[in-house]
């Protein structure tokens, strides 16, 4: 016998002398204990959940966002698993499996956990890397791997708690009612029971709770003042001392449009130095505003709005854009400033507030404000614009950016309405559920994707997914009809991909070409591809701009194209672009 069997021998003797002490008996049976008071099924899929969270998705996550994310998915995924396994039970199917089989597969289950967990994190890391570089933005970002660890676990384990609570109480209800009804018409009673009570809760209790204290607390920025933003003394801005808007009234977001932009000075430099624009006397942009303060509903904002709009002088402009504006009242300073060097300040852009609240909360709790705001608006400017000499009246344009988009699409019943009653339309970042949206995308002709559908040969409406819009929007040849109607949207901006459907359905968008801004292997998952999207939704305003939910740069090319500028030539819009890029301000929808 070799030296090398000799030693290994008395080895293999203690381990099996040690493992089968009375204390380590114990340790095992109460490991089987413990373990048995889980779903199998439930942890495998809470572990394939997990996996398929780390892989990358429309945006860069960071690691907060991602720990949070990976909690939410393990407890779906376990909720899930632990469902279909007690369905396959009621039905009859219950493989048993003796004691040392049972040790064998949590022992299996144990290892796959402890190579796919630390692999998948390695190369989740990876993923974001690449992204961030797609994205244009610096490569490393901080990386807290136990922390985040740490969270996915403590969410996971929370929620699991709470189920099991539920379930508790559940189990209670049937008891209870099984002493009248049969034990399966209990059962499901009590499931509807705690189902509905839970929802009560969580909708009037949680729910409501946390957007009054949202609402109160938006409500008390809103009467802030932003930073190096003067009140305007020209009398072609709302909130000057000439205006019918009072200055305190506008809102924090309205003291900022009226208070910002392109002086007529700056742009009269800008025009001198742009050969599309040499020779033209440029105007003092009008920029009327009405905030919630000042008004005691929608109506007499509105009314406020045309009667700034007459005081200023509106109806001699060449352009007039009637604008909904997100959720806090928000207005894109790079659509502003855009228009107004693009067209010398001969321009007036109307807007108002309708709300305290940011999109997302809109998104959740009230999608019927935004529409109805855009329609009153918008009857009430057209109204007013009516009645002007047809010969003079300026061109009417309308725009939205995000929720904005989403109100301002809601003041027209489809494409003849807006064709019929405004000289052109420019959506940014339309929200999946917008009606008419979905109408445009679904009428697509066959072969076009969703995320740039072409509609109608793209004889009237046209979509843009990419940074270069000039180039997209004219792929589809000059034969452009007036008015235009000009949609932009990012492969990359969960605002436009989010949809209640990801829980269960897989989009087109994701089965077709990846676009130049999203990765090409993002794969759906039920329940998983939900929650990586709606987490993309927080962070789709903070990355460069091109991607996500950040137009800036699209601006120049679509608002020319959709005013049907002449003469302006690439270098021209480069000019431009690099103008507006003073007055750019990150996302504050």
Excluded at 31 to 48: D, E, I, Q
Excluded at 332 to 344: I, V
Excluded at 494 to 500: E, F, K, Y
Excluded at 515 to 525: I, L, Q
Aim: with cysteine.
């Amino acid at each position: 016998m070799s030296s090398e069997t000799t030693e290994a021998t008395p080895l293999r003797t203690r381990i099996q002398t040690l493992s089968s002490t009375p204390l380590m008996q114990k340790s095992r049976s109460r490991f089987l204990a413990y373990c048995k008071k889980f779903s199998p099924v439930g942890l495998v899929f809470a572990l394939v959940f997990l996996c398929v969270s780390l892989a990358p998705s429309l945006v860069p996550r960071t690691w907060v966002f991602q720990g949070v994310l990976s909690g939410l998915c393990i407890a779906g995924g376990y909720a899930i698993g632990g469902a279909v396994g007690a369905f396959t039970r009621w039905l009859g199917f219950a493989p048993w499996w003796t004691p040392k089989a049972t040790k064998v597969l949590w022992i299996i289950f144990a290892a796959l956990t402890a190579i796919f967990v630390p692999l998948f994190i390695i190369l989740g890391a990876r993923w974001q890397t690449e992204l961030r570089v797609l994205f244009g933005m610096p490569k490393n970002a901080p990386s807290h791997i136990l922390t985040q660890l740490l969270i996915t676990v403590g969410i996971g384990l929370a929620l699991l708690v709470v189920g099991r609570f539920l379930r508790s109480i559940g189990k209670w209800c049937s008891s209870k009612l099984s002493r009248w009804i049969p034990r399966r018409a209990a059962v499901l009673a009590s499931v509807i029971i705690v189902a509905w009570a839970t929802a009560m809760l969580i909708d009037g209790t949680l729910i409501r709770g946390s957007l009054n204290l949202l609402n109160n607390a938006y409500a008390t920025s809103d009467k802030k003042y932003p930073d190096n933003i003067d009140q305007p003394l020209n009398a072609e801005r709302s909130g000057s001392p000439s205006s019918l808007s009072d200055w305190h009234t506008l809102g924090y977001q309205g003291r900022a449009f009226v208070g910002d932009g392109p002086t007529q000075q700056e742009l009269q430099t800008f025009a001198d130095a742009t050969p599309a624009l040499q020779g033209t006397t440029t105007k003092a942009p009008i920029r009327v505003y009405a905030g919630l303060e000042g008004a005691e509903n929608l109506n007499t904002a509105a009314q406020t709005v045309v009667a700034e709009l007459d005081r200023t002088g509106a109806w001699d402009r060449k352009v007039l854009m009637v604008t909904t504006a997100t959720g806090t009242g928000w207005i894109d300073p790079a659509m502003s400033s855009t228009l107004e060097l693009l067209h010398g300040g001969d321009t007036a852009i109307a807007s108002m507030q309708y709300s305290f609240l940011p999109s997302w909360v809109s998104f959740i709790t009230d999608r019927d404000t935004p529409p109805q705001a855009g329609k009153i608006l918008f009857e009430a400017v057209y109204e007013a614009w009516l009645k002007q000499p047809e010969d003079t009246r300026p061109k009417l344009y309308v725009y939205g950016l995000s929720l904005g988009s989403y109100g301002m699409q809601g003041a027209f019943s489809g494409l003849q309405d807006i064709t019929e009653r405004t000289d052109g339309a420019l959506f940014v970042g339309t929200p999946n559920f917008t009606p008419m949206w979905r109408q445009f995308t679904a009428m697509r002709d066959p072969g076009s994707p969703q995320i740039a559908p072409v509609i109608n040969e793209g004889h009237q409406v046209r979509f843009s997914e990419e940074p270069n819009t000039s180039e997209k929007l004219w792929d589809l040849g000059p034969q452009w009809r007036s008015p235009r109607v000009v949609y932009l949207q990012h492969g990359s901006d969960a605002v436009t991909w989010w949809s209640p459907e990801l829980l269960w359905d897989s989009p087109d968008w994701l089965n077709e070409p990846a676009g130049p801004d999203r990765r090409v292997n993002m794969v759906w998952t039920p329940v998983v591809t939900f929650w990586q999207v709606t987490f993309d939704m927080f962070v789709a305003g903070s990355v460069p701009p091109g991607h996500g939910h950040m137009y800036q740069k699209e601006y120049a090319d679509a608002l020319g194209a959709m005013t049907e500028v002449e003469g302006w030539s690439p270098s021209d819009y480069d000019l431009l672009r690099q103008q507006v890029s003073r007055f750019e301000s990150p996302s504050s929808s």
